[in-house]
């Protein structure tokens, strides 16, 4: 049977309006609006566009923390509040653990700040490293093609960053050419180990040097890991890790994330 013709139809359902974009904090949000469009977006800097979480952020340690480390000056006006939120939980973590705390590529001390106001007092029993050559990529261990993008980028900053961590006296800044400067000045124990050298081979050498001195279930993170105009880096550290057993966690962030097993390999 035909239908009623007069039967009037029900008018269809409207389709749900866009979200709207909404900034939840300028400080994270960076300038670009183009990625993730009509979306509520909670983050936007540093390569990294996300609508997820970023509650810890605004935590006042973290706050206080991140804002001592960009007072350094060593991140040049960047924004990198979840790279920064990696760095804080794995050294948080690795104060469960034996040894001492190592970074290879220092500048003016942003991420050693950061770890070092973050943590604080957890940090009494232990030192920091520090080691820089507080000048730049060293040539004899850096590509031309390294050299010539970081032109220019870091000049010398040791005086400086000496003085800068001068108020905290576990907190060692070594000026030194990484991978010889750990053969005579790294710690014989280590519980969390940061690598930014921007350089390749010194990180592949760095990480195969103080491998066997880490604690069971210390974190290392590597800077640029995951960034793709660093695909030196990522094939160096990936042939240290094969060697060793062991995988690199890409984040998001760029960075990588490795953790000494608990078990020898
Ligand atoms: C990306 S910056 C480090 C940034 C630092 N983590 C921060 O929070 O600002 C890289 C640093 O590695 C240092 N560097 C590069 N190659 C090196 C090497 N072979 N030995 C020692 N220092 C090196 C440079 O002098 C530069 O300060």
């Not at 948080?92 to 705390?101: K, N």
């Not at 820089?132 to 031309?144: E, P």
């Amino acid at each position: 049977m035909k239908l009623a013709f007069w039967r009037k139809k029900k008018p269809a359902p409207k389709a749900a309006a866009p979200e709207q974009v909404v900034v939840t904090d300028p400080r994270l949000i960076g300038l670009r609006t183009d990625i993730l469009p009509m979306c509520v977006r909670t983050y936007n800097q540093d390569g990294l566009a996300t609508l997820h979480n970023t509650a810890f952020a605004f935590e006042p340690d973290f706050s206080a923390a991140y804002a001592a480390a960009v007072d350094t000056g060593s991140w040049g006006g960047a924004d990198i509040h979840w790279r920064a939120h990696v760095i804080c939980w794995a050294a948080r973590l690795a104060t469960g653990l034996e040894g001492d705390f190592v970074e290879c590529g220092t500048n003016r001390g942003g991420t050693a700040m950061l770890v070092v106001k973050y943590l604080g007092s957890l940090l009494h029993d232990r030192q920091i490293f520090l080691f820089d050559t507080f000048q730049g990529l060293d040539q004899s261990v850096s590509t031309a093609d390294e050299m010539t993008r970081l032109t220019g980028h870091y000049v010398e900053c040791y005086e400086e960053t000496a003085a800068r961590f001068s108020p905290f006296p576990n907190v060692k800044a070594i000026r030194g050419m990484v991978p010889e400067v750990l053969r005579t000045s790294a710690p014989e124990k280590i519980a969390f180990l940061h690598i930014d050298l921007n350089a390749a081979e010194p990180e592949r050498a760095a990480i195969e040097m103080l491998w066997p001195r880490l604690s069971p279930g210390a974190p290392v993170v590597f800077d640029d890991y995951a960034w793709v105009a660093c695909q030196n880096q990522k094939n160096a550290l990936d042939e240290f890790a094969a060697l060793a057993g062991v995988r690199i966690l890409s984040l998001p962030t760029g960075q990588g994330l490795l953790f000494k097993p608990a078990q020898k390999r």
